[in-house]
C-alpha cells in the first residue's frame, strides 16, 4: 500500500524567508514519482514540481526545490523567498510503478506567509 | 488556452436528484482521472480511465458511473445525490499511467447536496 504523511498542519513564514514543507512517503515500488501541488483559497491545483524515484539530483522549479532523501523516504518541498502569494494549502503526492493509474495525496499543509 | 475543463464549476441540488458533471482535456492525454475532496481537503482517487478504459475504480458507490465518449473527455454522473456527496470533484489527465507523468487538474466542481 501506498502511503503519504505531511506532519504539519500548519506552518507559518515571513516573508522573503525560505520555508520546507514536509513530506515522507512509504511504498514497496522501486519506481514512483513524487509531486507537490498548491491548492489556493481559490481552489484549483497548481502542479508545482516533480522528482523520480531514480533521479539523483534534487528537483528544482525557481523558487520551488524538492529536498529528496530516498534512504529515509521523504520529499521536503522548500520554498526559497516566501511571497504573500504562497500563502496556500500544499499537498504532496505519489504515483507508484505497479498502481501509477492513481496518485495518492498527503493530507496537506496550509502555509501562510506573514507580510 | 485551459487545458483541463469542467462543467459546471458550482451544482447546488436537491437530495435524490441525478447530476451530470462534464470533464475536457485539450493536452492530448491518454488517462483521465476523477478525484473527490472533502470538506476536510482529502482528495481521494475515485476513478481513472486509459484510453477510454477503466482502470481504476476505488470502491465508489455504484450511484456514481463515469463515462468516456473518447480519451478527451471524462463525464461523472452521479445518481440518487445523498448529502454526504457534497464536496469539490476535480478531474486531471496526465500523458499516460506511468508514475513519471504529471496530472494536471481541472477547476473543480463544487457540489453542494442539500
Known amino acids: 500500500a501506498q502511503k503519504i504523511t505531511q506532519t504539519q498542519p500548519g506552518m507559518f513564514v515571513q516573508e522573503k524567508e525560505a520555508v520546507t514543507l514536509d513530506c515522507t512517503y512509504d511504498?514497496?515500488?522501486?519506481?514512483?514519482?513524487l509531486f507537490w501541488y498548491k491548492q489556493p483559497s481559490s481552489g484549483e491545483m497548481i502542479f508545482l514540481i516533480y522528482?523520480?524515484?531514480?533521479?539523483?539530483q534534487n528537483a528544482t522549479e525557481g523558487r520551488y526545490s524538492l529536498n529528496f532523501q530516498k534512504a529515509r523516504k521523504s520529499a521536503n518541498l522548500v520554498i526559497s523567498a516566501s511571497q504573500l502569494g504562497d500563502s496556500a494549502m500544499y499537498f504532496c503526492?505519489?504515483?507508484?510503478?505497479?498502481?501509477?493509474?492513481?496518485?495518492?495525496f498527503g493530507d496537506g499543509t496550509t502555509l501562510t506567509v506573514k507580510p | 488556452d485551459t487545458a483541463v475543463s469542467q462543467t459546471p464549476k458550482y451544482l447546488v441540488t436537491q437530495m435524490g436528484n441525478d447530476k451530470s458533471i462534464k470533464c475536457e482535456q485539450n493536452?492530448?492525454?491518454?488517462?483521465m482521472y476523477w478525484y473527490k475532496q472533502d470538506s476536510k481537503k482529502f482528495l481521494k482517487i475515485m476513478f481513472s480511465?486509459?484510453?477510454?478504459?477503466?482502470?481504476i475504480n476505488e470502491t465508489v458507490p455504484n450511484r456514481f458511473s463515469p463515462k468516456s465518449p473518447d480519451k478527451a473527455h471524462l463525464n461523472l454522473h452521479i445518481n440518487s445525490l445523498e448529502l454526504g456527496d457534497s464536496a469539490v470533484y476535480f478531474c486531471?489527465?496526465?500523458?499516460?499511467?506511468?508514475?513519471?507523468?504529471?496530472?494536471?487538474f481541472g477547476p473543480g466542481t463544487r457540489l453542494l447536496v442539500l
Open positions: 486531471a489527465s496526465s500523458q499516460d499511467r506511468l508514475a513519471g507523468e504529471t496530472q494536471y
Open positions: 511504498t514497496s515500488d522501486q519506481s514512483y514519482g
Open positions: 522528482q523520480g524515484s531514480y533521479d539523483e
Open positions: 503526492a505519489m504515483r507508484a510503478g505497479t498502481n501509477a493509474g492513481k496518485s495518492t
Open positions: 493536452l492530448g492525454h491518454d488517462t
Open positions: 480511465y486509459n484510453n477510454k478504459e477503466l482502470i
